[in-house]
C-alpha cells in the first residue's frame, strides 16, 4: 500500500482540541448544504448550548452524532477525533491494546472505537459494485484462537476475494467477504451483491466456479502463477494476511470480517492524501447499527 500523507499529531489535536471544534467539524461532514431537520425537513434551526441542533419549525433537537456510529457515546469527541487519527497514519492499523494506551482508555472502550470505526468502513464500501475486469478467488485466512499455541486451535476461514482491474492492469478496487462454504450458491451470492452483470471474470477452474457464474462473462482457466494468472488478487491475499496476522494477534474467527472490511477500506482510499478526513467524512455519513 501507498504511504498516507502523515499529518502533525500536534496540528490535529490543536485543531480539534475541544468538543465544540469537533462538532463544528462534524456538522460541515454530515451537513454539507446546510442543515436538515430529520424529522420534518426544515432547513431552519439555532444551536443550543448543550450541543444539540434544533428545528425552529417543529422544535425537533438532534446532534451531529444522531443516527451514526457515534450515537449515545460517551467517549469525548476529542477522544474519538484522535482515535480516527491514529487508525489512519500508519498502515498497518492500530490494535485496541494500542489505542487504549495512546488514549488513556480502557481495553473495553478501546476495543468499542475500533469496532464503530470498522463498521463505518464498511458502510462506506459496502454498496459500491465492481465493473470490468475483476479477478475472483478464494481464499483461507486465521491464526491461533486465543490462549492457544500456534497449531493448536488453529481457527481458518473461508474468504472469497475480488479486485477491479483497471486497463493497465494494475489493481484498483477490492472486496472480500468471508463465507461459510465456497459452493454454487454462496459464489453465485457473493457475485451478485459486488460485481455488476457487465463485468468479465477470470478465475480458475474450480468446479463451483463455472456453473454460478454462468450469467457473467467468464474467463477460466487452470491456475498458473508463473503465467501471472490472478497476479493482483494473490498479492491483495498476502497483503491482507500480513496486515490481520502481523497487526492483530490471537484473532477470533467472529471478528474476522471486520479486518477485512479495515483493509479493503484503506486499500481503495490508498492514493487519497488524507485518509483521516476521508474517515471523518464516513463517520458523520454512517448509520447506526448494534
Not at 38 to 52: D, T
Not at 156 to 169: E, L, M, Q, T
Not at 251 to 266: A, G, H, I
Request: aromatic letters at 12%; proline letters at 3%.
Amino acid at each position: 500500500m501507498k504511504k498516507q500523507q502523515r499529518l502533525s499529531i500536534i496540528e490535529f489535536a490543536k485543531k480539534f482540541s475541544t468538543d465544540k471544534k469537533c462538532r463544528e467539524y462534524l456538522f460541515q461532514k454530515k451537513w454539507k448544504n446546510g442543515f436538515v431537520c430529520p424529522k420534518c425537513g426544515s432547513f431552519h434551526y439555532c444551536e443550543l448550548s448543550n450541543g444539540l441542533y434544533q428545528c425552529n419549525d417543529c422544535h425537533h433537537q438532534t446532534s451531529v452524532t444522531a443516527g451514526t456510529i457515534l450515537h449515545r457515546t460517551h467517549v469525548p469527541l476529542t477522544k474519538w477525533f484522535l482515535a480516527f487519527y491514529f487508525v489512519t497514519q500508519d498502515k498497518r492499523g492500530v490494535s485496541a491494546v494500542q489505542l487504549s494506551k495512546t488514549l488513556d482508555v480502557t481495553y473495553k472502550t478501546a476495543w468499542y472505537m475500533i469496532k464503530r470505526i470498522r463498521c463505518a468502513m464498511k458502510q462506506r464500501d459496502i454498496n459500491c459494485m465492481l465493473l470490468g475486469t475483476i479477478e475472483f478467488d478464494d481464499t483461507y485466512i486465521g491464526g491461533p484462537t486465543v490462549g492457544k499455541k500456534r497449531g493448536i486451535g488453529t481457527e481458518k476461514s473461508k474468504v472469497f476475494v475480488a479486485v477491479f482491474i483497471d486497463k493497465k492492469g494494475r489493481p484498483k478496487y477490492l472486496k472480500m467477504q468471508t463465507t461459510d462454504n465456497i459452493q454454487q450458491r454462496s459464489v453465485r451470492k457473493f457475485a451478485q451483491a459486488n460485481i455488476q452483470a457487465e463485468a468479465t471474470i477470470i478465475s480458475d477452474v474450480y468446479r463451483s466456479y463455472i456453473p454460478a457464474l454462468k450469467d457473467y462473462k467468464h474467463e477460466h482457466g487452470v491456475y498458473n502463477p508463473d503465467a501471472g494468472m490472478l497476479h493482483w488478487l494473490h498479492t491483495m491475499i498476502g497483503n491482507a494476511k500480513v496486515f490481520i496476522l502481523g497487526t492483530y494477534h490471537g484473532l477470533p474467527k467472529k471478528n474476522l470480517q471486520e479486518y477485512l472490511d479495515e483493509f479493503c477500506y484503506r486499500f481503495n482510499r490508498r492514493h487519497f492524501p488524507n485518509l483521516c478526513d476521508r474517515l471523518t467524512n464516513a463517520i458523520a455519513l454512517s448509520s447506526f447499527a448494534d
